[in-house]
């Protein structure tokens, strides 16, 4: 029931800031104008500037443990490979198939995770809190500008081109890597691993500007996300948006597990791992996706879904967990 309820405590608030969003946008607050600079502000500044000082200050060197992000980095890698074959079958529009992808595989491991773990066993976690975030969010973030990149709504009119030849092959590939590279999220998670590498101190004024520019993200991003949200689209949208929340909120998790508790992950190892398979989708999906050229429905339905559901499924997996005693 405590783990019930920090959990209620944790992801409510979150579902609630994205309803308000909603009602602001209802009641002439928040137009559509006003939440597409909040959502170009989140996605260049505010998310970037989070993850740089969530990065910035972790120390990697010390709490270093390459069997535990090796499992992280290949859980990550193969469950977008899984999903990318399921996303072929599932959803026949290919920008959705893009959201759908992104949305069913990348978790709020900054934000929820890391206060999900400290719950549990407070702030001696954070180690390997950090190493979950090395060995995932990086490729959380890389894999979704690619994907998002290639699926984007204007490539769809070059699909039936039979013309197509290498020479456009190679500019498609370069205007991906143009599009890796310059992603204010890669560059701000680059960042913040450079400056914990080089053990950087952090001036206190800096770091309190730092924290204040991204603690921003999360509010604006969802309110953003609220405000632009059209439940007509999303019914449309429903079934995409629920078997990609079954992904997130299950179906990942029971398939690596056994994996990690068979290579001897326990403790807090094993709750960074089922935060990283199991938590809820992170709001900058649909951040991403909207500033990327996707529509952004189905990113936000599959946030506002696994956001409300993961408050139960994680306490039936800490349940699972705490029956087998690996926590």
Not at 97 to 124: C, K, N, T, V
């Amino acid at each position: 029931m405590e783990n019930l309820i920090f959990s209620l405590n944790a992801t409510l608030p979150i579902f609630l800031l994205m309803v308000l969003g909603y009602i602001f946008n209802k009641i002439g607050i928040i137009d559509n104008k006003a939440a597409g600079f909040m959502n170009k502000f989140v996605f260049k500044i505010g998310l970037p500037t989070l993850l740089f000082g969530d990065l910035a200050q972790q120390d990697f060197v010390g709490t270093w443990n390459p069997k535990f992000v090796v499992f992280c980095f290949v859980a990550t890698f193969t469950s977008i490979f899984l999903i990318w074959i399921l996303a072929t079958i599932c959803v026949k529009t290919k920008s959705r198939r893009g959201e759908f992808l992104q949305g069913s595989y990348r978790s709020s491991a900054a934000l929820l995770g890391i206060a999900f773990i400290h719950s549990i066993y407070g702030e001696s976690s954070s180690g390997m809190a950090s190493l979950m975030i090395l060995g995932s969010v990086p490729f959380y973030n890389i894999f979704a500008v690619i994907i998002l990149t290639l699926t984007a709504p204007k490539s769809e009119d070059d699909e039936d081109d039979d013309s197509s030849d290498s020479s456009e092959n190679r500019e498609l590939l370069l205007k991906t890597i143009k599009g890796i590279a310059k992603n204010p999220i890669i560059l701000g998670i680059f960042a913040g691993l450079l400056w914990s590498l080089l053990k950087l101190p952090m001036p206190k004024i800096m770091n309190t500007v730092v924290d204040d520019v991204g603690s921003l993200s999360t509010p604006l991003g969802l309110m953003s996300m609220g405000a632009t949200f059209d439940y007509k689209k999303a019914l449309a949208n429903v079934k995409p948006a629920l078997v990609a929340s079954f992904i997130k909120l299950f179906l990942l998790v029971a398939i690596f597990m056994p994996f990690a508790i068979k290579l001897g992950f326990a403790g807090e190892q094993i709750v960074a791992i089922l935060v990283m398979l199991g938590s809820a989708s992170t709001v900058s999906c649909y951040i991403m996706a909207k500033n990327m050229g996707h529509e952004g429905t189905l990113s936000s339905s599959i946030v506002m879904v696994t956001t409300f559901g993961c408050s139960f499924t994680l306490t039936f997996w800490l349940f699972i967990l705490k029956t087998l005693g690996v926590i």
